[in-house]
């Protein structure tokens, strides 16, 4: 009787798991075979896809030939180092300062409240306060006496980049903000007033007790960080359209072109393939350097 029970329980817990599988199975596993399958092929998308011809590894020889792309992605990973190199410690003050607060509801909303627009509303606010002549940025600069400092922020190279990654810190800081949070509250007090009783100060507190048990809320922002980042889209086609130039072309962005601006969708097909691929590989290489030499930084 037992066992029949236990295998009813087993039943009934599949029957209520089957429908999230088929579901995955449906619009990512499917979807993403697809994907895989095509880039060994010929076709525009304009064609019906019995149409495709075979073209074999054609397609991958020619994305490791294509410069432009290339480029792409190492633009994004090194715009993605900066914004981590920046945004986590922006996260991690915050959310320091927030739970001293006796009040810090308010703050909390604050920060948060970017973090639930559009990338395209994003990237239209911010292309206006980065215009040259009534940009609140430029006209900022010019009121404290820094007007040497004024630049056409989205016109020129040398800065382009650089200003679409401080719009998506802006927009995206308030989510890993919340996670520092949640991490410092599960800090439990107690440690903290062991600490105290030790002599030890407020930055040695924070040397040897808060960071040691941050260390998988850290992994954890860090390779969300690393994702979102790499995927970089929304703000790009609104704020500068890979423009001037190739200065802010990221992956997505040729993917998008190749796709239908060059009318070959199974080109763009490969090149996702192969971006897929390399962000499975950034994060697994991430994930297993936190995890053997994250829990040594603080010995």
């Known amino acids: 009787m037992k066992a029949a029970s236990r295998w009813k329980d087993y039943l ?10 088929i579901l995955f199975a449906m619009f990512y596993v499917y979807p993403f075979y697809q994907s895989y399958r095509l880039s060994f092929f ?16 054609d397609n991958y ?21 900066g914004i981590i190199l920046l945004e986590v410690p922006i996260a991690l003050l915050l959310a320091l300062l927030v739970s001293r607060l006796a009040r810090g509801g308010l703050y909390r909303t604050i920060f948060f409240i970017p973090t639930i627009l559009s990338p395209i ?25 820094l007007s040497s400092w004024t630049h056409a922020w989205l016109a020129e190279s040398e800065t382009a980049m650089g200003a679409v990654a401080a719009t998506f810190i802006w927009e995206t800081f308030g989510t890993y903000f919340l996670l520092f949070l949640v991490g410092l509250t599960g800090i439990d007090r107690q440690l903290y007033e062991a600490a105290s009783m030790e002599g030890a100060s407020g930055m040695q507190s ?12 850290m992994i954890l922002v860090s390779i969300l960080l690393v994702l979102g980042s790499m995927q970089i889209f929304g703000q790009v086609v609104i ?16 993917i998008l072109k190749e796709a239908f601006d060059n009318v070959n969708m199974s080109y763009s ?4 393939v ?6 499975v590989v950034v994060s697994f290489i991430q994930l297993f350097i936190s995890r053997r030499y994250g829990a040594k930084l603080y010995d």
């Open 269 to 272: 097909t490969t090149l996702s």
């Open 61 to 81: 020889r020619r994305a490791l030939e294509d410069t432009v792309f290339w480029d792409s992605v190492l633009r994004v990973l090194k715009t993605s180092t």
């Open 239 to 254: 704020m500068t359209n890979g423009g001037p130039g190739y200065a802010t072309e990221v992956p997505a962005m040729r």
């Open 12 to 21: 009934t817990s599949y029957l209520f798991v089957i429908p999230g599988l």
């Open 274 to 279: 192969l971006f897929g691929f390399m962000l």
């Open 42 to 57: 010929k076709w525009s998308g304009y064609t019906p896809m019995a149409k495709a011809s075979f073209a074999g590894l």
């Open 206 to 217: 924070f040397r040897y007790v808060t960071l040691p048990l941050l260390i998988p809320t």
């Open 121 to 145: 509303i994003v990237g239209l606010i911010w292309k206006w306060m980065y215009e040259p002549k009534f940009g609140i940025i430029n006209q900022l600069l010019e009121t404290i006496g």
